[in-house]
């Protein structure tokens, strides 16, 4: 996992790891919220690397995006792949999350102020 | 200065003097006496050996050359003992030979005679200090092994506490058997880990209707699995209002009522229903979960139902209705997502097409033995290492007096014999082995003797449920196949 700061002092891209599983999501859950906790309260989360994630992996985007929604902040998905769309599509969080394809339009949008 | 810092480092220390030269002795334990130190003293090696292990002696001063067994000979028999003492070995000379001689019986350091009393004092602190740092070092060792015994006791114990929580669960979920005006339910349960995510139930809500749900709270383990155990709570008759026969009024409230006090994310993806069972209408609502799989003579087909929002992410949202009708003999199939998210290491996830494939290639098995042939294709598929919970539950209406006129005249097929229905199962699930299973012969040798063995179970037992023994004989002989 990869934090990268952006223009916007409070934004942020964070590469998400190839896996997503139970094994991992606590130290990428607690990675995400200190990063929320400290401020940074728009964050892009770029999938595009993310192969296998199960339901306790989409409990730690859904944590971010309750965190951030406490702190007047927002959540964009970048690029998930089409297994992981799936997924999202299949437990209709789709309806919840702002997913972009495209990297610029997601970090122009997040940058907005 | 060195003289304090010699009495901290050697008080309590006891020392063995081994010489055979009287003069020799006597000089050396003099010296050492008017240091300050303990000092016992021994003639010979023997004697010193008898000696050792009745008293605490941490360090020994011995001679090199002695009529019957030597210094270096002393050494390795003190250094092969559980709790040997720091050695210094006193030389005639300073030869390189008998360096590496008394290095390799064990001394840890040399003194060569004749020798100033200064240098042997300072020896001896130096001994002095690792001889402390060793017993600190055991004293520290003794305490963590301590702890760590304690640790594993309660180890064992909390394992123990997960061992029966895990039973509590098993029980508290509804088995196999007839359910009210001749609807039957067949249920199969595996756990991840000793406690599941997973929970599901049926409920008899009056004489005609009847409630049932499948829930998968996120993740598995005990606070997966104490969320599910509240959620349980929550929908258990008394405190729900099955009554009101609307699953959307049901789940909404437990939406609302859902909590996720240390903010993990943790959500429940659901299924709940209320089957009329007179004429078999059903009201079914989704909540972030798998569509059901719709079950009858012709095939298995994954329902497109409208579904929700997972509980847990928006307490304000409103859930609705799918209403459809289960006609004679159909039978609704509700999972959870650890049923087609394994993974196998090289084929990857089995995935929610190849999970209705086999259904539909199967779709001629009874409830029971169609669930024991998805539980053994899935052992294979995960290589028999549990990755999530998984739980099943096929609901089959009877034939419906009612809606008799609109179930089709399907009974013709009852009068297939067994034989062609066997060959044509084999051939096309051997087919499907081929294809999805590309090159792995093992698995599509296992697989298809899966579903021959689940059909032979259908076929002698003629429609009658299976018993727990000649499950697990079945069990046994298929896997002997795969291994």
Same mark, same amino acid.
């Given at each position: 996992?990869?934090?990268?700061?952006?223009?916007?002092?409070?934004?942020?891209?964070?590469?998400?790891?190839?896996?997503?599983?139970?094994?991992?999501?606590?130290?990428?859950?607690?990675?995400?919220?200190?990063?929320?906790?400290?401020?940074?309260?728009?964050?892009?989360?770029?999938?595009?690397?993310?192969?296998?994630?199960?339901?306790?992996?989409?409990?730690?985007?859904?944590?971010?995006?309750?965190?951030?929604?406490?702190?007047?902040?927002?959540?964009?998905?970048?690029?998930?792949?089409?297994?992981?769309?799936?997924?999202?599509?299949?437990?209709?969080?789709?309806?919840?999350?702002?997913?972009?394809?495209?990297?610029?339009?997601?970090?122009?949008?997040?940058?907005?102020? | 200065?060195?003289?304090?810092?010699?009495?901290?480092?050697?008080?309590?220390?006891?020392?063995?003097?081994?010489?055979?030269?009287?003069?020799?002795?006597?000089?050396?334990?003099?010296?050492?006496?008017?240091?300050?130190?303990?000092?016992?003293?021994?003639?010979?090696?023997?004697?010193?050996?008898?000696?050792?292990?009745?008293?605490?002696?941490?360090?020994?001063?011995?001679?090199?050359?002695?009529?019957?067994?030597?210094?270096?000979?002393?050494?390795?028999?003190?250094?092969?003992?559980?709790?040997?003492?720091?050695?210094?070995?006193?030389?005639?000379?300073?030869?390189?030979?008998?360096?590496?001689?008394?290095?390799?019986?064990?001394?840890?350091?040399?003194?060569?005679?004749?020798?100033?009393?200064?240098?042997?004092?300072?020896?001896?602190?130096?001994?002095?200090?690792?001889?402390?740092?060793?017993?600190?070092?055991?004293?520290?060792?003794?305490?963590?092994?301590?702890?760590?015994?304690?640790?594993?006791?309660?180890?064992?114990?909390?394992?123990?506490?997960?061992?029966?929580?895990?039973?509590?669960?098993?029980?508290?979920?509804?088995?196999?058997?007839?359910?009210?005006?001749?609807?039957?339910?067949?249920?199969?349960?595996?756990?991840?880990?000793?406690?599941?995510?997973?929970?599901?139930?049926?409920?008899?809500?009056?004489?005609?209707?009847?409630?049932?749900?499948?829930?998968?709270?996120?993740?598995?383990?005990?606070?997966?699995?104490?969320?599910?155990?509240?959620?349980?709570?929550?929908?258990?008759?008394?405190?729900?209002?099955?009554?009101?026969?609307?699953?959307?009024?049901?789940?909404?409230?437990?939406?609302?009522?859902?909590?996720?006090?240390?903010?993990?994310?943790?959500?429940?993806?659901?299924?709940?229903?209320?089957?009329?069972?007179?004429?078999?209408?059903?009201?079914?609502?989704?909540?972030?979960?798998?569509?059901?799989?719709?079950?009858?003579?012709?095939?298995?087909?994954?329902?497109?139902?409208?579904?929700?929002?997972?509980?847990?992410?928006?307490?304000?949202?409103?859930?609705?209705?799918?209403?459809?009708?289960?006609?004679?003999?159909?039978?609704?199939?509700?999972?959870?997502?650890?049923?087609?998210?394994?993974?196998?290491?090289?084929?990857?996830?089995?995935? =929610?097409?190849? *999970?209705?494939?086999? #259904? @539909?290639? !199967?779709?001629? %098995?009874?409830?029971?033995? &169609?669930?024991?042939? /998805?539980?053994?294709?899935?052992?294979?598929?995960?290589?028999?290492?549990?990755?999530?919970?998984?739980?099943?539950?096929?609901?089959?209406?009877?034939?419906?007096?009612? =809606?008799?006129? *609109?179930?089709?005249? #399907? @009974?013709? !097929?009852?009068? %297939?014999?067994?034989?062609? &229905?066997?060959?044509? /199962?084999?051939?096309?699930?051997?087919?499907?082995?081929?294809?999805?299973?590309?090159?792995?012969?093992?698995?599509?040798?296992?697989?298809?003797?899966?579903?021959?063995?689940?059909?032979?179970?259908?076929?002698?037992?003629?429609?009658?449920?299976?018993?727990?023994?000649?499950? &697990?004989?079945?069990?046994?002989?298929?896997?002997?196949?795969?291994?």
């Amino acid at each position: 996992m990869k934090f990268s700061q952006l223009a916007l002092s409070n934004a942020c891209l964070v590469t998400l790891p190839k896996e997503m599983m139970i094994t991992q999501t606590p130290t990428l859950r607690a990675a995400i919220t200190h990063q929320i906790e400290t401020g940074c309260n728009k964050l892009v989360l770029d999938l595009h690397q993310v192969e296998y994630i199960d339901s306790s992996g989409l409990s730690v985007l859904v944590s971010a995006l309750k965190l951030t929604q406490k702190k007047a902040g927002e959540i964009i998905l970048l690029s998930p792949s089409a297994g992981v769309r799936a997924l999202i599509e299949l437990t209709r969080l789709h309806h919840v999350f702002a997913i972009y394809e495209d990297k610029d339009a997601a970090i122009a949008h997040i940058c907005e102020q | 200065m060195l003289e304090t810092l010699f009495q901290q480092q050697t008080q309590n220390l006891t020392i063995l003097v081994v010489e055979d030269t009287q003069s020799e002795r006597f000089f050396i334990v003099g010296l050492l006496t008017s240091m300050g130190l303990n000092v016992i003293c021994c003639d010979s090696a023997e004697q010193a050996i008898e000696q050792y292990p009745k008293q605490a002696i941490d360090i020994v001063i011995s001679d090199w050359r002695m009529p019957g067994l030597t210094g270096p000979e002393l050494c390795l028999h003190l250094k092969n003992l559980t709790s040997p003492p720091y050695i210094i070995l006193l030389t005639a000379n300073n030869l390189a030979e008998h360096i590496v001689t008394g290095i390799e019986s064990g001394a840890d350091d040399f003194i060569a005679k004749p020798f100033i009393p200064s240098v042997l004092k300072v020896r001896i602190l130096a001994a002095a200090r690792i001889v402390n740092l060793q017993s600190r070092l055991s004293d520290k060792n003794l305490k963590l092994n301590d702890a760590l015994n304690k640790e594993h006791a309660y180890l064992e114990q909390v394992k123990d506490d997960l061992k029966s929580a895990a039973q509590l669960q098993g029980s508290h979920l509804p088995s196999s058997g007839q359910l009210v005006n001749r609807w039957s339910l067949a249920t199969r349960f595996k756990p991840a880990q000793e406690l599941a995510g997973d929970i599901f139930q049926y409920i008899n809500i009056d004489q005609e209707n009847i409630g049932f749900y499948l829930l998968d709270v996120t993740g598995h383990g005990i606070a997966a699995s104490m969320q599910s155990f509240t959620l349980a709570q929550q929908l258990s008759c008394s405190s729900c209002h099955w009554e009101s026969l609307d699953p959307a009024l049901i789940v909404n409230q437990l939406n609302r009522d859902f909590e996720d006090p240390e903010n993990t994310g943790r959500f429940a993806t659901l299924i709940l229903g209320i089957a009329n069972t007179l004429t078999g209408e059903v009201k079914l609502t989704l909540a972030g979960h798998p569509q059901p799989i719709l079950l009858d003579k012709h095939g298995a087909s994954l329902m497109t139902l409208d579904a929700g929002l997972p509980l847990g992410i928006d307490s304000q949202y409103r859930y609705k209705n799918n209403a459809f009708s289960l006609k004679s003999h159909q039978q609704l199939m509700l999972y959870s997502d650890g049923l087609y998210e394994c993974r196998h290491p090289k084929f990857g996830e089995f995935s =929610l097409e190849r *999970l209705v494939n086999t #259904c @539909d290639q !199967a779709h001629q %098995l009874t409830p029971e033995a &169609l669930l024991h042939h /998805l539980c053994h294709s899935m052992e294979l598929w995960q290589q028999k290492k549990p990755q999530d919970d998984i739980s099943m539950m096929i609901i089959s209406a009877p034939e419906l007096t009612i =809606l008799s006129s *609109l179930s089709s005249s #399907c @009974d013709d !097929a009852d009068e %297939l014999s067994f034989n062609s &229905l066997k060959n044509e /199962l084999v051939q096309s699930d051997l087919e499907a082995a081929e294809v999805d299973i590309l090159d792995n012969h093992e698995l599509s040798v296992a697989l298809e003797n899966s579903i021959r063995v689940s059909y032979e179970i259908t076929a002698n037992k003629e429609d009658v449920d299976i018993t727990p023994q000649k499950t &697990l004989n079945i069990n046994d002989a298929s896997q002997g196949i795969y291994e």
